[in-house]
Each structure stands twice: as structure tokens, then as C-alpha cells.
């Protein structure tokens, strides 16, 4: 990148940095239990919620029981399951319609960050109907307010229940985009570790990294504040000392608990301070091939960790100590433990280093999708144009490894 377009984008960072006290941040309520919101909705005399959700959660039967307890207490439950992995423009339009039809008056997400933020959207287009989802791309399009909204996670990752994003697939074009704004963080988020008892273990471990990730990426930016170093810090502690538990044995609630605090923290954390090029890669290839967002992380993360070079040699090398990585005393080998230890993480729970859906003919589309999202919003330790992002798709591409 060229020394103006980096000048332009450190302005704009900066700008935004020194806003940051000014600026409406919020965090949502913390609920304990699915069963909290029969009374919650009573107090707010909400009679009708929609609920979106998608059909592998509604199958596993993971809805059932807030479905009966809310019908119990006289309140009419309509649900929406058909949310896709990476939650499409039609997906939001289906749901909107549904919520107009019956007449809700709020909002649920239930499941992980593709309900959530499909939720997110719906209660977007419901303060804005005469907005399309695509002319609120970027930050502060939505403005108005949206309905109540309530998050359930069913996994400890994504962090969407306490953030200002939602990340849409616009269902033509497969361009994958954020909408940022703050009426879109959830009035209140349920953290109840048996709703994520069920997830499968590779489940687990990917949205366990895709927490790491942001975390990660928001402390070693340019944009953090004390509060979000602080949340980012506890998070990496956290997953570092619980992500394995929870992957090894699905019965541990103490790990699954502390494991969702780690991704409400981060969340948190990314929120404010924002993420990298990590991110901006992992939405381009889930936009162009429907690859999960937790899993490109975690494919991607260290990769991009070595990118940063001597940017971020000291920030990661604190990390190295926080998450007890490695407490060498050279600072460039301690920081280079931590990435090995996010290495040694992928290995452990079999996640590869390539993507076999990458092709060559898609990568100058890919970078330009990624320095676009990335390059002036995100507060990298380097900054880098569609061109040299490009070498990074390249690298991941499985017939790199000898695979093909």
C-alpha cells in the first residue's frame, strides 16, 4: 500500500479511536436461563416474538423448550428456521415478512452467529423498511430503533450477541458485507451453557477459535481502549484454559460457562477496537464458497498473526504471557510462541492450514472484497492493498500443500 492510502486510512482510524468515549456503546443484559424471558416479555407487554433460528437447531430440539414455556405463559412463539450458514438477504427478507404477517413486536436469535445476526438485520430493515439491506453496508446506516431483540447462543464464538454487526450474504451478487450500528446490539443476551452441550466437537473448537480470533485481532490493533484490552485479555485467558475441556468433554458446563463468557468478551472487545484482515479474508471466501466464518478463521489466524511481522511482535508477545503461550524473555520469540501455540491449537482439533474451494481465477475478486471491507475501518498493525492481500489467498490454496 502506497504511503497516501496508508496516511488516509491511519486518519481515518484515528478519527474514529478518539470518538470512541462519545460514542453509544452499550452492552446487553446478561440473562441466565431461556426460562428468564417468559417474565421479561410479561413486564414489556410483548404478547408475540418471532424467533430465528435454523433447522439443524430446531431438529437437535434445542428451541423446544423455550418454544413450551413461552407458550405456557400465553406468549405466541413464531419461528423462522430457515437461516443459512453464512445468513442470506433473502433469508432476512423471509423472516421480516413473517414478523409483519403475525404482527411480533420483538425479536429472538437463537443459535450461533448466523441467527443472530440474521435477527440483527430483520430488526434493521423493520426500523428502516423503506432501506434495502445493501444500502445499509459499512456504519451508522440503520440509526433508528429496532424492535426488542434477545440472543441466545448456542456457541462460544461469534460474540454476535453483544456486538453492533451483523454479516449478510447478499443472496444475487454473494457479496458478503457487515451493517454496523448500535441499535443493532441486543437489548439483552441468555449465556446458558446447556444450550451448547450438544454442539459437535469440531463445532466447538472452530467457534471456540473464531472467539480467539477476535480477541486476538482486537488487541493487536490500533484502536483499543483500557477496557477492551482488558476484555480481551480475560477472553484469551479464558479460551486458552477452557476451549480444550470443552472440545474433549461436552459434559463440562464449567468450561462451556467460561468458555461463553470468553466469546461475550470478546465480542466486546472487537466491538469497540474492531478486527483485521483475519476477518476480511474469512468473509470474502464465506460470501464467494459458503465457508463458515469460525472455521476460515481459525484456518487463517496464524497465517495472518506471521503477516503482521514486527507490527505486532509486541502486543502478541503480552499475549504469549496472558495465555501462558510462552514466558521466554525475548520478546520475538515469545510472540512467535503464541502463534505457535494457536498452531499447536489448529493441529490438536484437526483443523487444516488450506481451503480447497479457493481457485485461482477468484483470488483478485477475493482481495478486493477484503481490502475493501478491511481498508479504511479496520485498525490493522499493517496495512496492506487488494494486491498483496492477494499472495495470502494463494497461500491458502490446497494446491500449495501438494494436495491436488
Known sequence: MNSVQKTYCRIYQNILHIALPFLPYRKPEILPSIFSLSHLFHSKQINTVLLITDQSIRSFGLCTPLEKDLKENGIQCVVYDKTVPNPTSDNVEEALA????????????????????????TGARIARPHKSLAKMEGILKVIKKIPPLVAIPTTAGTGSETTLAAVIVDSKTRHK??????PLIPQYAV????????????LT?????????????????????KETRADATKAIALIFMNLAKAVNDPGDLDARKNMLKAAFMAGNAFSQSYV??????????????????????????????????DKATKKLAELALISGASRDPDEKIRAQGFID??????????????????????????????????????PVPLEMNAKELESYYRALMEVHNGNE
Request: aromatic share 10%; proline share 6%.
Open 98 to 121: 413473517l414478523y409483519h404477517q403475525h404482527h411480533c413486536q420483538a425479536l429472538i436469535g437463537f443459535g450461533g452467529g448466523s441467527s443472530i445476526d440474521c435477527a440483527k438485520a
Open 177 to 182: 458485507y457487515p451493517i454496523n450500528d448500535f
Open 191 to 202: 449465556l446458558d451453557p446447556y444450550l451448547t452441550k450438544t454442539l459437535p466437537a469440531s
Open 205 to 225: 473448537a472452530t467457534t471456540g477459535m473464531d472467539a480467539l480470533t477476535h480477541a486476538v485481532e482486537a488487541y493487536i490493533g490500533n484502536s483499543t481502549t
Open 276 to 309: 483485521g484482515y483475519v476477518h476480511a479474508i474469512a468473509h470474502s471466501l464465506g460470501g464467494k464458497y459458503n465457508i463458515p466464518h469460525g472455521y476460515a478463521n481459525a484456518v487463517i489466524l496464524p497465517m495472518i498473526l506471521e503477516a503482521y511481522g
Open 341 to 378: 501455540a494457536i498452531k499447536t491449537m489448529k493441529k490438536t482439533f484437526g483443523i487444516p492450514d488450506t481451503f480447497k474451494e479457493i481457485q485461482e481465477q477468484d483470488i483478485p475478486y477475493l482481495a478486493s472484497q477484503a481490502a475493501k471491507e478491511a481498508n479504511p475501518l479496520y
